[in-house]
Each structure stands twice: as C-alpha cells, then as structure tokens.
C-alpha cells in the first residue's frame, strides 16, 4: 500500500483537519468529525454526511450555497448518531435543518436515530433520500438503489433553495424533485484500497471491468473486458434512458470520477456522452466533469443525468462557494 497518511486510524480526523487549515470559513469539530460553516446563517439548514473515502463528498460540499455542515464516519462506514446530532445542533438557527442522505443501511438508520434526538430537543428535522443509481435495485449496503454521484446535484439545490430564504418544507420539496429527476450509473476498472485494510478488496483482471459497481466497491451487474470511452459512454447511458424518459428535455449533466481516472479520459468521456445526446435529442444545459465523489483511488466513472425544470435551472445556476464546486 502506498498512501500519503500516518496512522491509518487517524486519516479522517487528520484529512477534515487539513480542510479546515486550507478552508478558514469551515470549522471542524475533533472526535465528532463534523465539518461547519464557521458562520451560522439565518436560514433552513442542509446537512448530509457519510463514510469518508469519497472526497470531496461530503465535506467538500460545506459552504454558501450547499452545505451547513456535513458529517464523516470512518472509511466507507456511517457516522454515528452521536456525531449527526452535534451536526444537527451546530447548524440549527431555529428554522428546521434538512438531512440529505444516501439509501446505505447505516446512514439511514444513524441519521434517523439522530432525527429522533434532535426532535427530543424541539429541533424542526425533515429529511430525504438520494437513490439514484439504476444499476442494480438492491446491494450489499442498500434496501432498493443505492445513493450514488447524482447527491451533489441534491446538495446544490437544497442548499440553493435554503439560501433563497425558503421555509423547511419548501427546501425538502425541491430537494425531493431533484431526487424524482436524477439518474446515474457508474463502473470500475480498478479496485481501491482501504487504508485500515492495506490491499485491495476484490480483484478485477488486468483486461477486465465491472459494469455498475457501487462506490463502495459493491457487485454491479456485468464483468467484461475493456471497453472503449464510446462503449462505455453507450452503455451507461442507455441504462439510464431505460430507466427514466429523459426525451426532449433539458439535463444537467455529471462526468463523475472515482479518484483514480485522469481528467483526459473523463473528459473524453464527457465528449461521447454529449454526442449520444445530440442524436437522442437531449439537450444539455450545464455540465460538470471531475471527482465529485469517488471511492478513494479506485479507476472508474459515472454518469449523472438530471432533468430540469425552471426551478431546477434556477437553483442549480445559484451561486456557490464550497471547496469541492464554486458557481458564481
């Protein structure tokens, strides 16, 4: 294993500790491994949160415009109950705090718990979740779809609607349309190594790949050989079109990285993907290429595709300044 860290039990605490030094306006709460805006603002709060290892998700997503705060439990492991309530508390300026999580086993029942806690305290909760990954309907960490990259997209609206001074219910709605409209699909080239693990988790052949793997190195759906950036593009795609109706509309679209692909190959990706919707008349509104949330190094992709309406293209053109997506 070769990885820029010291213990292996200290990386989360030390990599959200080297955010807040190069990120002033976030303060981190040590042992609780909560990452905040240093200033509380005056409105609906968005938190989300979940097992390290995806950077910048979650943490990286805290800032105006998207995040309150954003929780961490250990590598791909789900923050306790003790650690989302203090998330909770520290952003909560009366108006009620909305929960973004994914559809794992363990977030959903440690964000719940701590919803349950907070309520205990007079603290408005609502919450919603992401379960936007089409390729498989049950994994090894899931009841139904897993939360995969499309969360950003709800990250950045739910927080685009608090901002705009919404009321808690109007922040869940929008956060649940964006939900209704995304879908996503991904694969892997290579596995990744868990820090406390040291060697990789499963093995994928020099000339193989999986097709639909989770982010947590989940099973997907097909083992094959290598394919090109078009196959791939194709193969993703029409999955995701199988899915849902995506015909004539406006999308927003994510070229998501897992840690270990080039920005070269991603944005080659991104160059097929546009031209499959070009012939399938979907028109592509904003795009964003890069890691947006990855499974450590582990070489792979996804694609996110988000069908907008005028209020989703108004809140997802909103400002924003986080260290993991700045719109102005």
């Known amino acids: 294993m070769k990885k820029i860290i010291n213990e292996p039990t200290k990386v989360v605490s030390e990599l959200l500790k080297g955010m807040e030094l190069a990120h002033p306006e976030l303060v981190y709460t040590e042992k609780l491994e909560v990452i905040a805006r240093r200033e509380k603002s005056n409105k609906v709060a968005v ?7 995806h950077e910048p998700a979650h943490a990286g997503y805290v800032g105006k415009g998207m995040l309150d705060a954003a929780i961490s ?5 789900s923050p306790s109950p003790d650690r989302i ?9 009366g108006k ?4 973004v999580i994914k559809n794992y086993s363990g977030d959903i029942m440690n964000f719940g718990l701590a919803k349950d806690l907070a309520e205990l305290e007079d603290i408005e909760v609502e919450s919603v979740v992401v379960r936007d990954d089409v390729a498989v309907p049950d994994s090894t960490y899931s009841t139904g779809r897993r939360g995969i990259a499309g969360t950003v997209f709800v990250h950045k609206i739910a927080g685009a609607k608090a901002e705009s001074g919404a009321n808690l219910q109007e922040v869940k709605a929008a956060a649940e349309k964006a939900i209704a409209n995304i879908r996503s699909m ?3 080239m290579t596995p990744c190594i868990l820090p406390a693990v040291g060697k990789p988790g499963f093995v994928l052949e020099e000339n193989e790949i999986e097709i639909g793997m989770g982010i947590h190195g ?3 759906v097909e083992r094959t050989t290598v394919k ?12 995701i079109l199988e899915d849902y109706d995506f015909s004539d509309s406006e999308v927003a679209l994510l ?18 993907v546009q031209e499959l919707l070009v012939e399938k008349n979907i028109k592509v509104y904003k795009t964003l290429v890069g890691n947006y949330m990855t499974a450590l190094d582990m070489s792979g992709c996804s694609i996110t595709l988000m069908k907008l309406d005028e209020e989703l293209k108004e809140l997802l053109d909103a400002p924003c300044n986080t260290p993991g997506l700045t719109i102005n």
């Open 228 to 239: 090109t950036a078009k196959d791939v593009a194709k193969i993703l795609l029409d999955k």
């Open 255 to 272: 070229v998501n990285g897992l840690g270990g692909t080039p920005l070269m190959e991603l944005y080659i990706l991104n160059k097929e």
């Open 85 to 93: 309530i203090e998330g909770i508390k520290q952003t909560d300026a």
């Open 186 to 188: 991904g694969m892997a």
């Open 218 to 220: 989940e099973p997907g």
């Open 73 to 77: 439990g250990n590598v791909f492991s």
């Open 47 to 53: 938190i989300s949160g979940g097992g390290a290892g």
């Open 96 to 99: 009620g705090v909305l929960m």
